[in-house]
């Protein structure tokens, strides 16, 4: 399979403990996106990569969130202080970017967090 | 940043009837306009685009249109099926911009 793979795909944890989503692109793939999708709600968009550079972060990423991809592969997630809140569907996608323009993302199954 | 409405959330069609989905965006400088079907358990999965360049763009019972002066930009899918049924999403960007996501139509196709 040579689609974007996610893991893992369900994660339940306790307040306050630290939870890391992993994400595998598309091998030729340069760009990289996390979004979080709650029920009855489309993704809303977190964060991306530009190869190994984050270029965007929206401000619902609080300071407990924090993004990596080394080497501009695959990227991790980590929420730490997990809250009731941040409950939802972790949702990466990947995208070949060509001469600036926004191309298709293709999503993962995507990764949910329950936080009891 | 870009906000983008959708409307409606819920959509019930019979079978072989059309539906049209509808979404406004508030930024001119957007010029990407994806559609994406969700169906449960997956994610979103790109179904046709438009970019600002063209009105109207159609891919066998699927087609876009959009309106620039409007702010404007519609699904239509002609002869619906069952497996039709599932949440669109509509979404906006601009050049070089992470997509921003509509908040989603359900759509159920009763045989």
């Known amino acids: 399979d040579t689609g974007v793979s996610q893991d893992p795909r369900h994660k339940i944890t306790k307040r306050g403990q630290n939870v890391t989503f992993r994400c595998d692109p598309i091998?030729?793939?340069?760009?990289l996106y996390w979004y979080r999708q709650t029920l009855g709600q489309g993704p809303e968009f977190l964060t991306y990569?530009?190869?190994?550079?984050?270029?965007?972060k929206s401000r619902l990423l609080s300071d407990r969130f924090s993004a990596e991809r080394p080497k501009g592969s695959f990227s991790t997630l980590e929420i730490q202080r997990t809250e009731q809140g941040d409950s939802a569907m972790y949702l990466c996608?990947?995208?070949?970017?060509?001469?600036?323009?926004?191309?298709?993302?293709?999503f993962g199954e995507g990764s949910r967090l329950t936080v009891l | 940043g870009e906000n983008v409405e959708q409307h409606p959330s819920t959509l019930s069609v019979q079978e072989g009837d059309s539906a049209v989905i509808k979404c406004t965006y508030s930024?001119?400088?957007?010029?990407?306009f994806p559609w994406y079907k969700q169906e449960l358990g997956k994610g979103p999965q790109l179904i046709i685009d438009?970019?600002?360049?063209?009105g109207e763009k159609k891919d066998q019972r699927i087609a876009v249109t959009l309106n620039k002066t409007a702010k404007h930009f519609s699904l239509h899918i002609t002869e619906t099926q069952p497996e039709d049924s599932a949440v669109y999403f509509c979404?906006?960007?601009?050049?070089?911009?992470?997509?921003?996501f509509g908040k989603g139509t359900s759509l159920l196709v009763t045989p």
């Open positions: 990569f530009q190869n190994e550079a984050q270029l965007e």
């Open positions: 438009i970019r600002s360049n063209v």
């Open positions: 091998s030729e793939h340069n760009r």
């Open positions: 996608a990947s995208s070949l970017l060509r001469q600036g323009d926004t191309g298709e993302l293709f």
């Open positions: 979404a906006a960007s601009i050049p070089g911009y992470a997509l921003n």
């Open positions: 930024d001119s400088a957007s010029n990407y």
